[in-house]
Structures are given as structure tokens and as C-alpha cells.
């Protein structure tokens, strides 16, 4: 059984590549070159009609996109414990909860500042989002920091998800200089420290930077 991840470097596709990668699953990367455009070609868009990565080609040919999705599918499907609460498991609230914060609440204040342009028809309102995606990122960031600060290390307490691996590749967004941003945030940084500690998501950082 193996799987097919349409990747990029330096996007939502790391967080998926970590739990395949955490979980021991069979995959292969195939790398869509967004900068070229091919993330908008006709056959990429056969397989991913939003034109973006990650997408995930499942075994018997389906196609899945949609990062969190991957990862939800993948730990239910795969019954990845150690990844994510099952469904009656007295964490699976709040692993849902910080799950969706991240994807729906954080997520969306990164997309409006790296893509400021799809925010207003004008182009001069650019700078003005950018800031108050700035702004709107350190108001959100504060309510995982002060959950992490009296429930961490991770989101789940002491124990480690998919969840942990999603906010670290979160964290990495953030613009401007990380070391204020961890500086105001040490709990986010112990739980992202963790997390980029461990050794199958060192690898995967590797290949992601290269």
C-alpha cells in the first residue's frame, strides 16, 4: 500500500510528509514546481482542482487534498493512536479543537499576509492586511501560547499528535524575526523544539529545505 504526496518545499505539504513519514507508511513525494506554474497546469488541476499542494493520491487512485484532511484521513484510516485520539478517546475534543484553531484561525491570518493581493481588488490595500495579518497573528498565536503555557509541552499535554506537527510548521510562517516571535511565545518554542527534536522529523526538515 503505498501512497503518493504531491509536494513543495516550504509548504502545507511538511505536515503531512512528517506523519507519513512518523507513522513508517509507504510514500512517494512528487515534487509540483509551483514556482513554474505547474500547480495551475491542466494536469495538476485534474488532480488537485484548487491548484494547490499538498495532494495525496491514495492507493486505489482517489485523490485527497487539503492537509489537516490528509492527516485526520490517514491517522483514522491508519488507526494511528500515537498521532490522534480516536473517536471516545477523552482527548479527541480538544485535539479537534487545537486542530481546527490551527487550520481555520492561525492559518487563515498567514494566508492573508503572504497573500495579500487575493484580499482586496485594490492593490494598495497590500500593506495595510499585511499589517493587520500581523496583528491578527499575535492576538491568535497568544491563545495557543497560554494553552500550551498551562496544559504543554504539547497540545495534548504530555502526549505528542499530528496536532503538535501542524502548529510547528505553523510557527515557521510567522514573518518577520522568529526569535522575537519565540521570544514572546517560549511555550510555542518548547513544543516546536520537541517536535523538530525528533529524528524522522529531522530528515523530513532536510529534504524540505533542500
Do not use: E, F, H, W
Given at each position: 500500500m503505498t501512497y503518493?504526496?504531491?509536494w513543495n518545499p516550504g509548504k502545507a505539504s511538511f505536515a503531512p510528509h512528517?506523519?507519513?513519514?512518523e507513522s513508517s507508511l509507504d510514500y512517494t513525494l512528487v515534487n509540483v514546481d509551483i514556482d513554474s506554474g505547474e500547480s495551475h497546469t491542466a494536469k495538476y488541476l485534474a488532480i488537485?482542482?484548487?491548484?494547490?499542494?499538498?495532494a495525496l493520491k491514495l492507493p486505489d487512485g482517489s485523490i485527497m487534498y487539503e492537509a489537516a484532511a490528509i492527516m485526520l484521513y490517514l491517522a483514522d484510516h491508519h488507526e494511528l493512536r500515537e498521532m490522534a485520539p480516536a473517536a471516545g478517546d477523552s482527548d479527541r475534543a480538544l485535539f479537534l479543537r487545537s486542530l481546527f484553531y490551527l487550520t481555520n484561525t492561525?492559518?487563515?491570518?498567514?494566508?492573508a499576509y503572504y497573500y495579500a493581493h487575493r484580499y482586496s481588488t485594490d492593490e494598495a490595500d497590500a500593506a495595510r492586511i499585511?499589517?493587520?495579518a500581523v496583528q491578527n497573528l499575535d492576538e491568535r498565536w497568544k491563545v495557543v501560547e497560554d494553552h500550551l503555557a498551562a496544559n504543554g509541552p504539547y497540545h495534548l499535554g504530555e502526549r505528542y499528535?499530528?496536532?503538535?506537527?501542524?502548529?510547528?510548521?505553523?510557527a515557521d510562517w510567522y514573518p518577520g524575526n522568529s526569535e522575537e516571535f519565540f521570544a514572546r511565545n517560549p511555550s510555542v518554542k518548547r513544543c516546536s523544539d520537541l517536535v523538530t527534536a525528533r529524528p524522522v522529523i529531522i530528515e523530513v526538515m532536510k529534504?524540505?529545505?533542500d
Open positions: 503518493t504526496l504531491y512528517a506523519l507519513l513519514a488537485n482542482p484548487a491548484g494547490y499542494v499538498p492561525v492559518q487563515d491570518s498567514c494566508k499585511k499589517d493587520r499528535s499530528l496536532v503538535d506537527i501542524y502548529m510547528t510548521m505553523l529534504i524540505d529545505n
